[in-house]
T-cell receptor
């Protein structure tokens, strides 16, 4: 049973370019979460999605960041016009159903974005 | 509001010594509690979790944690540390009304020979 799959694992972008990070949840999981981990810091919640719906985006920066989880295909975290401060590890996680049911959340290996 | 505090930023222990990593949480009801481990350049691996029932939970790699409601704590323990345990450890709390995990800032563990 494949775990949460993220790609690319490492991504280098120049300032002003766009970064697209992809996440396929575990088989049977329909809830996806994105977290950001800055150097020497903990994990910060960004967004929670179900298929075709954004449930909670309270942790997303107001500009340049967007996320989607289409009916078919992986979830995508998109960062437009990247700046050096966007350099971080971005982790995707999934659960079988909503977190409120006490399910365990499983993490992908992360995507490391470096902005040069 | 939910929150998690890991008071120790960095801990160094000798191989074979016992280990306790502290975690305190803030949550109005009974929380769901988790410990994750992260090796450099890797994702987070679940060590153990507490949902209900026995307050002492066993996890993988010989780790255990004890939920103490009176102290709002969920400390992680291991009786004898191995060099391969060197990593970053995160405590997390989730509530039954929200859709978020709240993570502590992590404790970095160094194991010396």
């Amino acid at each position: 049973n494949a775990g949460v799959m993220q790609n690319p694992r490492h991504l280098v972008r120049r300032r002003g370019q766009e970064a697209r990070l992809r996440c396929s949840p575990m088989k049977g999981h329909s809830h996806v979460y994105w977290y950001r981990q800055l150097p020497e810091e903990g994990l910060k919640f960004m967004v929670y999605l179900q298929k075709e719906n954004i449930i909670d985006e309270s942790g997303m920066p107001k500009e340049r960041f967007s996320a989607e989880f289409p009916k078919e295909g992986p979830s995508i975290l998109r960062i437009q016009q990247v700046v050096r401060g966007d350099s971080a590890a971005y982790f995707c996680a999934s659960t079988r159903s909503g977190q409120g049911t006490g399910n365990t959340i499983y993490f992908g290996e992360g995507s490391w974005l470096t902005v040069v | 509001a939910q929150s998690v505090t890991q008071p120790d930023i960095h801990i160094t222990v000798s191989e074979g010594a016992s280990l306790e990593l502290r975690c305190n949480y803030s949550y109005g009801a009974t929380p769901y509690l988790f410990w994750y481990v992260q090796s450099p350049g890797q994702g987070l691996q679940l060590l153990l979790k507490y949902f209900s029932g026995d307050t002492l939970v066993q996890g993988i790699k010989g780790f255990e944690a004890e939920f103490k409601r009176s102290q709002s704590s969920f400390n992680l323990r291991k009786p004898s540390v191995h060099w391969s345990d060197a990593a970053e450890y995160f405590c997390a709390v989730a509530g039954n009304t929200g859709n978020q995990f709240y993570f502590g800032t992590g404790t970095s563990l160094t194991v010396i020979p």
